[in-house]
Every structure is written in C-alpha cells, then in structure tokens.
C-alpha cells in the first residue's frame, strides 16, 4: 500500500500538473513533514508541542544563514539543519521536557515566542525583521523541489513508523499514557522524551530549510509566526489522526487544499476564514481523534445517513 | 453528521452560485490582498480604492472597449498564500499582469514568483527596498522606497529646524527596521547626533518607560516609524509624560493616516510625518478621489489608496499601449509609462541600485488644528508649517 | 544617581505597576479557566476582542462610557461563555480521545470564526472611544511646586488599575467564602473527589467558564479607554494572560494580580534598561523559568517565606 501511493505520488509531475498544483501539492508534502515530525512527539510520546515553529525556523535560518554569511547553497541547509537543530532541541529539550501536560504545552509555545523575538533582536545575524532573501531560486520548475520535499517526507515516514513499531514506539506510548507507571517500570522517560524531541524536532527543521529553498524569502515573523506554523501544525495532526501514520498527511491534506479551496470560492470574501474555522470545529467535535483516527466512526456514520 | 453534510452542501452551493458570469468582451484582473488579519485595513482601503478607479474607467468605456472586472483574493498576509494565488492567476487564469499586496513579505513572494514566470508585478504599497534592488526584470513599484520616504522630512529638518540631535524610535518589522536605518543615514549626513535608536514591538500597550529615556535624552527631534495606532498612543503617552522636542516627527503610515488625529486628538497637534501623498496636492484627479472617497466610506484615504486608485490607471495605460496583450509586451509598455495620475507622474526608472522603481517627492506634512497640512516642499504646501512648536505645558 | 535617572526609574515603576493592574485584569479570567478545566484556552484574546466592541458600540450609539459598560459587557461575555462551554467544549471533553489537547482546535476555531466575524460585521478599521479624559494625568509638579522632578500617573490606567484590585478581591472572596466557589476549587483540585462530595462539576465548568469570559469583558471594557480597537487583537493578549496565569497560580486570583505586577514593572524595567525589543524575550524567559523552576508560581515565594514552608 505505501508503496503503491509513493508510486503514484512520484509519477505526479509527469501528468502536467499546472504549476499551481504543484506549489499547492508542494506544500501539502511539507506540511505533512512537518505534521508526521510532531505527531512522533506529541501523538505517540504524548507531549503536545505549542512551539514547533521554533524548530521550524531554525531549520530555516540554518539555510538562510549558510547563504547570507558563507554564500554556501542554501540546499545544505536542509542536511546541516539536522545537527543544529538537534543540538537546539536537545538544549531546549532539557528546559522543557521537565513539564507536563498543559505545562509543557505552554512552555512550548513560550518557547517558540522567544526564538521569534530573538531572531529579530539579533540584527547582525539573522537581518533581524528585515528577513533574508534568495537572490536567484535554484529551479523555475516545481519538479525537483517536489521530489526533494517527497524524499524528505519518505525518509520521515519510514522513520516514524519504524520508530513507532520499534521498542522506542512502545516506550513513547507507555510515556503517553502514564508516565509515573512507565518510570517505574524502568523506562528511562527523560530519555526517551528528548529523544522524541530530538528527532521531531530535526525533521521539522529539515521542512523549515526547505521552506526557505522554496519560497526564498524568509523573516522571524514568516517562519516563527505562532498562529500559521505551530498552531497549523497541531491542527494538521489532530484534524488527520493523532498517533496514525496517514493522519499528517490527511491532514495535510485537509489543511492546505480545503483552505485553498474555501478561500478562492469567489463571492465569500473574507467570509471564508469563518467558514474554516466551523469547519475545524465539527472536525473536532464529531471527530475527536481525526479522520484517520476516527474513520470507522466517520464510515458508520456516513452509513446511518444513507440508510 | 447531518450538519457536517449541510455544511459541505451549503459551501458546494455557493461556490457554484457564486462563480461569475464571464462575458467575452471583459478584462479580468484578480488582485492579491489581505484582507483579514492585522493588515486588513490597509487591504480594505485598498480595495476600495481599485473598485473606484475601475468603475471610473467602464464609465468611460473600459480599457480598449473591454470592461474591467476587478475581483479580489485574501492572503491574509501569509506568503505562501500569496504565492498560491499569483501562481493559479499566471498559470490557471493567464492573467497577463499582476497587481497588488500590501506587506513586503508578500510582495517579495509574489515577485519572486513574477520574475520567475516573465510576468509583469506592479507592487503598489510595500516599501522595502530589496524588492527592487533585485534586478528584477519584471518587478515594477509605483511607491517610493522606504529609504526615500522621508527625503521631504529630512529636507524639512536641514532647511528649517536644523537640529543637533535626533531619538529615533521604531517598531520591530521590516518597514519601521528599514525606515529606522535611513532616517540614521540621513542624520549622519546632516551631522545630527543619533542619541537613542531604539524599537519596540507593534501593539505594545505601554511605551512610557521608552518614552522616560527619550525625555531623560533630551533630543532636539523624535522621530518615530510605527504602523497605525502605536503612532497615536505614542503621541498619547508623550502628552502624558509632557516629554518636550523641537519637533514631533513620523515617518508615514501610522502617523499619515486619520485614524491618527481621531485618536490622538490633541496629542497629535504639530507633530510631522513623512508622507507620499496627501489629497491636498495639485495632481489632477488627487483632490476628487479623495473627495469621493470621503463621501463614501467616511474618512480620507492615505497614500495606499491613493496609490492603488492610481494603479489601476497605470494598468489601463500600459494595456492602452501594449502591441498585444502578452506579458512581455506589457512589460515593455509599463518600462515605458509615462503618466500623470492622482498618485503624481509616475515613470519606471532604474537608478541607485533599483530597477523599474518610481521615484516620486515625498512630502511633510503637520497637523494643524486637527488636520493633516502639506507643509512640505514649499511649492506642494498648502499651509504653511507651525515652527517652533509650544511645550505641552504651554498648550493647556 | 542624578536627579533625572532617579526620575527615569520612578516613572519606570509607576508605568510598570499600572501595566500590571491591567495585565493582571486580562489574566484573571484565563487563570480561573485553566485552573479549573486544565484546557488551553486561545480564544482568551478574541473574547476580549468581542466585549471591546461591545463597550464600542455602546458609546457610541448611546454615549455609555466604557467604565459603565462593564456592566453590560460582563454579562455578555458571561452568557457567551456559558454558551461556548455548554456546546462546543463539553461536548470535546465528554468524548475519550488520545490527547485531551484537542479542545485547543476548537478554541483556535472560535477565535478565527470570532475575530472574522468582527472584520465582516465591523470592518477592520482601528478604532477608539474618542473620550475626553484619555490622556488625562496627574502631575507631581502640579502638587509639589518645587519638585526636582516631574513624574505623571495616568487616570485612565489609575482607574483600570483600582478596577482590577476591586475586581480581584472580589472574585478572591467569591471564590474562598461563598459555595459556588467553594465547589468551583474543588472542581480544580480533584473533579473526581468533588463530585462524590455532590458537586455538579459539569455545572461548576460552565459557570467558570462563563465566569472567566465575563471577566475578560470586564478587562476589555476597562482597557478600551487607553488602546484601541481592532478585529485581529486577540493574539498577543492571549499570551499576555498565559504568562499571568503561569507567574501567578492556576486558579489563584490574587496570583494573578501578583502575577500581573510582577509581569509589568519587570517588562517595563527591561524596556527602559535593556531595550523595549528585547522585552518580549523577557517575558517568555521569565515564564518559561517561572514554570520550570516555580511550578506554584511567584506568589508561592511569599506563602514560603511566610509560613516557613
């Protein structure tokens, strides 16, 4: 099956989609990077992340910074970003991986706040609100750009669910659903905490230094912005499935096509952002686990009405 | 569930109902905006003012005969929804030229993408200066860059206050950090000491403990570049810790808009900004857009409305004298505009390192007795400017 | 210290308690919200949003000063809450999901239908209650002839303040002294233990949050006055009163006016000493170190040093 749809997503740009289609298909792959990144952490090891713009735009300003002060290709963003933001996570990890539940939470977001307001105070570095800017995007072509978000999104796929069948996956759902009886049985949860953060947090980042290849313009507002990266990114994963494979991706799905879609309906103006946000409420309160999560609810549903 | 049908029902429904009846003998121009989030306004404003330009040119039989249907897309100020509606306009819609957006974040997007396509990009209203330093071939700005916006101001300050030290206070984005360094510039070629250069972030409620040390500072001028209303509670808190100045000076947007004096009210008296337009300039059709607007939606536009008014008017003119109506042709044909509008002569120019960029005087302007003056050059003024200007002790 | 840096200092102090009055306001409603229900609540801002438009509208079409409209605001906001709670949260809470975190999407959800249906309805236009006394102040000069230095105290943001002490005490007493409060701490600290005791915590919810949204109006109302008006508002006051409810006590009503004082004079004191754009840094630093190591937040440093515990 995964195969199959890999398949069939790698033949996608041979059947000349418009290059509308395919900025919109782009973006629905990277928002499922970043979806699957923070499902490993906040789905199956239970810490649901207010912040992971912070990842995000570090992975960003990682290939930002390697164009602007070493005039290296901002592509080298994407594998360098790894081990910074590895580095940053793990650093980040330690403050506020201590917290629970809503705690975290709200460090997470705090977190994501800091890196923002940051990036802007530290002129010399960043080009503080100025942003950076790509002189010259490597292709006009979506094609390569897609193939290396899906070779991204695959590698983040497979890892997920190799981590999530693994021992790790069991101690990270042991961690979810009571962390006080999964230390007593001698998992080291601190560990494997940072480790979830760790990893969730690199392939964010990963997405984020993609980004800034893509759009070629970045700036603290764009890319650590709360309310269009981290809080996007739980509602990608919660709409699509929390704790399922295909969830991120559903969701993905949902979230950049339907809103695409809802906005350009001539005639509804700004309406459409209301019309979105009802919407993400019946999701939510019909389908508390995501369409993923919830399919067999949605499909016995959707049979009641027919009969 | 059954109102989770109703509501997909009821979406399909007005999406179809919704869909315009295009007729063969129109010209569709969709124009990228933000019209919902912080920007809206300024989006809105916008927006008004394109449909009243359009309007204006069908009563006079639209450009070549052919109607102008102007219809508009929220990117709610995300580049990347900017980037999707201009990529569906070039790729789905064909649309020849592109108009529009507010934030330069966008606008960068969106020429990027322009560029890319060999599509002509008119930006109207965003002010960075990158944008046109690019080399772009097929980027065009019709409003001056940040780094000019004040010349009318610093001018003003060579000519008539000539101070010895200057506080510059700005917000924390892109056009107030731009604005900031030139005002900077500008000081240091004047031999103005910069004695605080600070910024703050927008939508702060409290700028006192700021303000303590400008007033503990003592400048000659205080010059601050914020959006929108941190202008008015600036003011507002100055009043309030009576910090005295020379001379109170804003570098456009919030401090050129109404909602300025509405809510400073007296607070706002003599203080300056930079601006790109006022209504009171002798342009032909300025006074009467501003007029009409006013009468319709209440209060006077700033500069972004007039800008976009005058865009439309761009447009119409390059379309008038394109051999055909293909993006190169019409790239040719703005190159070569030469036209005076509501907005001021407006020509593409490349020089300073800008290329298709529309060098434009800016203006001073003061508020006097609860109105906005062109003080500023002398032959654009309207009234002339109050200088010195009495301590707020002496105002009561 | 020269008089003028003494004077600097001074004003810093005076800024920054008032700013705490009013930051204390805008975390009140979100500290006993996030006490009692534990849920993370991001259309705090948007409610506010909503009563400010109230208090708008109020003056003027019918010239009520926005301190009046707390009255009318408050309950408002109160039936508004009860409304959200009753059927679109309970409903979320009632249902077993993986992670109990999704209720936030319902309230990102409200928050975007809320602040878009302003912008429809009430356009994007900025706006402000053009009263009279906005910029009204005291002046030390003006009582104290031969002061070597002249410091102000706004009365708007004076009365904002008092507001929030009167509100504070009084949602203090209701919350320790009558049995509506009673139940309503109990329904925080265990719900399960409350409702053997025979309170109907299902009740008790709705009645906060209710209680939390009126008090938002509340703040909205008082801080209309000194800001202003637009649809998309909500976001950073939202953080705002997280950072309270955290410096303060989940659930505390007088943690949250210390919390409120402390957020204010120590943002005000990194504006005038380190820089105004690196205050929001502190904020969060502040928070985020107020959560690691203060789990009961700052008001829990005083009940130490008191009790010895």
Redesign the interface.
């Known amino acids: 099956m995964p195969f199959v749809i890999l398949a069939i997503l790698a033949a996608l740009p041979l059947t000349g989609l418009s290059s509308y289609a395919m900025h919109l298909v782009i973006l629905v792959v990277m928002w499922s990077v970043v979806g699957m990144a923070w499902n490993l952490l906040g789905g199956y090891c239970g810490q649901v992340s207010f912040g992971h713009a912070a990842y995000f735009g570090v992975g960003a300003y990682t290939a930002g910074i390697l164009y602007t002060k070493m005039a290296i290709s901002p592509w080298w963003g994407v594998p360098l970003s790894i081990p910074v933001v590895a580095l940053f996570s793990f650093f980040l990890g330690y403050i506020v991986l201590r917290l629970r539940g809503p705690f975290f939470a709200l460090a997470t977001l705090a977190s994501g706040e800091v890196m923002r307001v940051t990036a802007e105070n530290l002129v010399d570095f960043t080009g503080g609100t100025l942003g950076i800017m790509i002189q010259e995007r490597t292709w006009v072509e979506k094609t390569w750009y897609y193939y290396i978000i899906l070779l991204v999104a695959t590698v983040t796929f497979v890892l997920v669910k190799k981590l999530a069948e693994s021992k790790l996956g069991y101690y990270f759902v042991a961690i979810r659903e009571d962390q006080d009886a999964a230390e007593s049985m001698g998992i080291n949860t601190t560990l494997y905490k940072t480790l979830a953060l760790c990893i969730s947090g690199c392939l964010t980042g990963a997405a984020g230094a993609f980004y800034m290849n893509y759009m070629g313009y970045i700036d603290p507002n764009v890319v650590f912005a709360l309310h269009d990266i981290s809080i996007i990114t739980i509602m990608i994963v919660m709409v699509g499935g929390v704790a399922t494979y295909w969830g991120p991706v559903v969701g993905a799905v949902i979230m950049v096509l339907l809103a695409e879609w809802i906005r350009s309906i001539p005639g509804l103006g700004t309406a459409h952002y209301t019309f979105f946000g009802i919407l993400l409420i019946i999701i939510i309160i019909f389908l508390p686990n995501g369409i993923v999560g919830d399919f067999p609810k949605l499909k016995r549903l959707l049979k009641l009405q027919k009969a | 569930m059954k109102r989770l049908s109703f509501a997909v029902v009821f979406i399909f429904v007005l999406s179809i109902f919704a869909a315009p009846v295009l007729a063969a003998n129109t010209f569709e121009l969709v124009i990228p905006l933000p019209l919902t989030g912080k920007q809206a306004k300024f989006g809105e404003m916008m927006k008004r003012s394109y449909e009243m330009a359009a309007e204006e040119v069908n009563a006079r039989g639209g450009i070549k005969k052919k109607k102008l249907i102007l219809a508009f897309e929220d990117s709610g100020a995300k580049p990347e929804t900017a980037r999707a509606i201009v990529e569906r306009l070039i790729d789905v819609k064909k649309q020849p030229i592109i108009v529009g957006e507010y934030t330069s974040a966008c606008a960068k997007a969106v020429a990027a993408v322009a560029e890319e396509r060999k599509t002509p990009y008119l930006i109207v209203a965003s002010a960075d200066d990158e944008i046109t330093q690019q080399n772009y071939k097929y980027v065009f700005r019709q409003n001056q860059v940040n780094d000019h916006y004040a010349d009318a101001l610093v001018s003003f300050f060579r000519d008539v206050v000539k101070p010895r030290t200057i506080a510059i206070l700005y917000e924390s984005s892109a056009f107030g950090t731009s604005g900031a360094e030139a005002m900077a510039k500008d000081a240091a070629k004047l031999g103005v000491r910069v004695v605080m250069k600070e910024k703050y972030e927008a939508g702060s409620v409290d700028f006192r403990p700021l303000l303590s040390k400008v007033k503990a500072a003592r400048p000659d001028v205080v010059y601050m570049v914020s959006y929108v209303m941190d202008a008015s509670l600036l003011m507002k808190q100055i009043k309030e810790l009576r910090v005295d100045a020379k001379l109170f000076a804003g570098g456009a947007a919030g401090f050129a808009i109404p909602e300025f004096i509405e809510n400073a009210k007296d607070a706002a008296e003599y203080v300056v900004s930079a601006t790109l337009w006022t209504e009171q300039l002798k342009y032909p059709g300025a006074g009467e857009y501003a007029e009409k607007y006013k009468a319709r939606y209440g209060a006077y536009p700033s500069y972004h409305g007039a800008s976009a008014y005058s865009a439309i008017f761009v447009v119409k003119n390059a379309l008038e004298r394109a051999k055909s109506w293909t993006p190169d042709a019409i790239r040719d044909s703005l190159k070569a505009t030469n036209l005076m509008t509501a907005f001021g002569p407006i020509r593409f120019e490349n020089r300073e390192g800008y290329r298709n960029q529309n060098f434009m005087d800016t203006l001073a302007i003061q508020v006097q007795s609860g109105r906005f003056e062109t003080i500023w050059p002398l032959n654009h003024a309207s009234k002339r400017y109050i200088y010195p200007i009495p301590t707020w002790r002496q105002r009561r | 210290m020269t008089s003028?840096?003494i004077?600097?200092l001074l004003?810093?102090l005076?800024?920054?308690i008032?700013?705490g009055g009013?930051y204390a306001l805008i975390g009140l409603g979100m500290t006993l919200i996030?006490g009692v229900m534990?849920?993370?609540n991001?259309a705090h801002g948007e409610l506010m949003m909503v009563a400010m438009y109230i208090a708008y509208w109020m003056f003027v079409l019918f010239h009520v000063d926005p301190y009046l409209s707390v009255f009318i605001a408050a309950p408002v906001m109160f039936f508004l809450g009860v409304m959200i709670q009753k059927f679109?949260i309970n409903?979320?809470l009632r249902?077993?999901?993986?992670?109990p975190?999704?209720?936030?999407?319902?309230t990102?959800?409200?928050?975007?239908?809320l602040?878009?249906?302003a912008?429809?309805f009430f356009?994007?236009?900025?706006r402000?209650t053009?009263v009279g006394y906005?910029?009204d102040?005291l002046?030390l000069s003006d009582y104290w002839k031969s002061s070597p230095i002249?410091l102000?105290l706004?009365v708007p943001w004076s009365v904002s303040f008092v507001f929030a002490v009167i509100i504070t005490i009084a949602l203090w007493f209701f919350l320790s002294k009558t049995d509506t409060g009673k139940s309503i701490r109990a329904t925080a600290q265990d719900p399960e233990a409350a409702l053997l005791m025979g309170v109907n915590i299902k009740l008790m919810r709705v009645i906060t949050f209710g209680l939390g949204s009126g008090l938002v109006g509340a703040a909205g109302c008082l801080?209309l006055p000194?800001?202003?008006l637009?649809?998309?508002?909500g976001?950073?006051f939202t953080?705002i009163a997280?950072?309270i409810t955290?410096l303060g006590r989940l659930g505390s009503a007088m943690g949250a006016i210390i919390g409120g004082l402390v957020l204010g004079v120590f943002?005000?004191?990194t504006?005038?000493y380190i820089?105004?754009?690196?205050?929001?840094?502190g904020r969060?630093?502040m928070?985020?170190a107020c959560?690691?190591f203060l789990?009961g937040g700052v008001a829990s440093l005083l009940r130490k040093k008191r009790f010895g515990a």
């Open positions: 003028a840096q004077e600097v004003q810093t005076i800024s920054g008032l700013l009013l996030m534990k849920i993370i991001l679109l409903p979320v249902v077993e999901s993986i992670l975190e999704n209720q936030v999407i319902l990102v959800g409200i928050g975007m239908v602040s878009n249906l912008t429809m356009t994007s236009d900025y402000s053009p906005a910029t102040a002046y002249e102000s706004s801080l000194i800001y202003y637009f649809p998309a508002l976001g950073q953080l997280f950072v955290i943002e005000s004191l504006a005038t820089g105004m754009g690196w205050a929001p840094v969060f630093v928070f985020i959560l690691v789990p």
